[in-house]
């Protein structure tokens, strides 16, 4: 498949904090076009990594202002719409209070570039919004900030839920085939197969249902 991984630097803020971040940004397309995972602090070195292709849509997992905070300035460049899911749109507004996305992301639909086709996986826990995307012919996944290598996406600021984020991973990402790829929204990349067990092992800890 081919994909494209930009790394950008910046600041993760929210509840009054601020701590500094790599943020992954990710391309999945062909030679003509583009879909953008995640607009991420600075669109410079997105623009300079699309080139010339046509951006079909900017996707955001979530509404962290991490993930989302050149989204507008990109947009601006590209004319490209915005997609986000409805649940983080209080997100969203904390850091454009005069700007919009285009359009809100819905699960089991699919968004299209380059002869690929990824599917929305609506993944509460992290943030009431976050989703995760799949290519429907590699199987492979972009998990915004729901997994990781090493485990779950953190919980325990505002509008984050820890038993709901175990819960999404174990209905929609556990699922999958051990050999699934996971693009992550920082870090190394995994497998579900890799994270498998420290899932389970949190779910049981925590005595989920």
């Not at 900017?58 to 989302?68: F, Q, R, S």
Request: charged letters at 20%; glycine letters at 12%; a negative charge.
């Amino acid at each position: 498949m081919p994909l494209e991984m930009i790394r950008t630097d910046g600041f993760f803020r929210l509840d009054g904090g601020e701590w500094a971040v790599t943020n992954n940004v990710w391309l999945v397309g062909d030679d003509q076009e583009a879909l953008v995972i995640d607009a991420a602090h600075d669109h410079l070195p997105i623009m300079d990594a699309i080139g010339g292709r046509k951006v079909t849509a900017i996707l955001l997992t979530h509404g962290h202002n991490d993930h989302i905070n050149s989204a507008v300035a990109l947009r601006d460049l590209v004319d490209a719409p915005i997609l986000l899911h409805p649940d983080d749109r209080m997100l969203w507004d904390m850091v454009y209070a005069d700007a919009e996305p285009d359009r809100y992301l819905r699960s089991g639909t699919t968004i299209g570039a380059g002869g690929h086709q990824l599917g929305v996986l609506h993944t509460p826990g992290h943030s009431p919004g976050s989703c995760c995307f799949r290519d429907l012919e590699s199987g492979t996944v972009f998990s915004g900030d729901t997994l990781f290598k090493g485990g779950p996406g953190a919980t325990g600021r505002s509008f984050s839920d820890k038993p709901a984020l175990l819960r999404s991973i174990r209905r929609l990402l556990l699922t999958l085939p051990n050999e699934t790829v996971v693009h992550t929204g920082h870090g190394d990349s995994t497998t579900i197969g890799a994270e498998r067990e420290v899932i389970v092992e949190q779910i049981a800890e925590l005595g989920i249902n």
